[in-house]
């Protein structure tokens, strides 16, 4: 069904706006605790999924903190794993810096590894990941998550940044798609 169809099913609501918003503020409160001393602590988001949590958490943040966006594809078929290209790259040095990676959802693992592992070689201080959503039956590749907003079974989910076909990622809550 095509997302732009008024009459497309509503999505089920999976983890509601009060809900996520209280989650937040939790995870904010350990990123202050955590990075009290950081001397250069640069957020970076992974494009586009991230956005919409990354600005609601880092209006939180009482640490100073610059930030920035990578994004990244992956070509292969939807079996196996593919080549990780990156489409937007980051305008800021992180050498030295501790780096917080924000992402929307971890699944497989194998874009997140990528990516951790580039920072890391790219001469971070310190490089932590922070996601809003934790697939774990899907994971193919181990990524430690040092803040979790929330574990997820195994749905398709859309809402608050994640998207299908570029639509739904304005909704104010996760959702679990219909179509």
Excluded: W
């Amino acid at each position: 069904m095509n997302p732009t169809q008024r009459n497309a099913p509503a999505p089920k609501v999976l983890i509601p706006r009060a809900e996520i918003e209280r989650r937040i503020a939790e995870m904010a409160a350990e990123i202050n605790r955590d990075y009290a001393d950081s001397e250069k602590l640069i957020a970076v988001g992974v494009l586009k999924g991230s956005v919409f949590f990354l600005v609601d958490l880092l209006k939180q943040v009482e640490v100073p903190v610059a930030i920035d966006f990578f994004q990244t594809s992956s070509y292969g078929n939807s079996t196996e794993a593919g080549e990780v290209r990156i489409k937007k790259d980051l305008d800021l040095s992180i050498r030295g810096a501790d780096v917080l990676l924000i992402e929307d959802i971890v699944d497989t693992g194998y874009t997140l590894r990528t990516i951790l592992d580039l920072l890391r070689f790219r001469g971070a201080r310190t490089v932590k990941l922070c996601a809003l959503l934790d697939k774990p039956s899907r994971r193919r590749v181990e990524v430690p998550i040092d803040y979790k907003g929330f574990s997820i079974d195994d749905h398709f989910v859309i809402g608050y940044g994640l998207d299908y076909a570029e639509h739904y990622r304005n909704l104010p809550y996760i959702g679990i798609y219909q179509g």
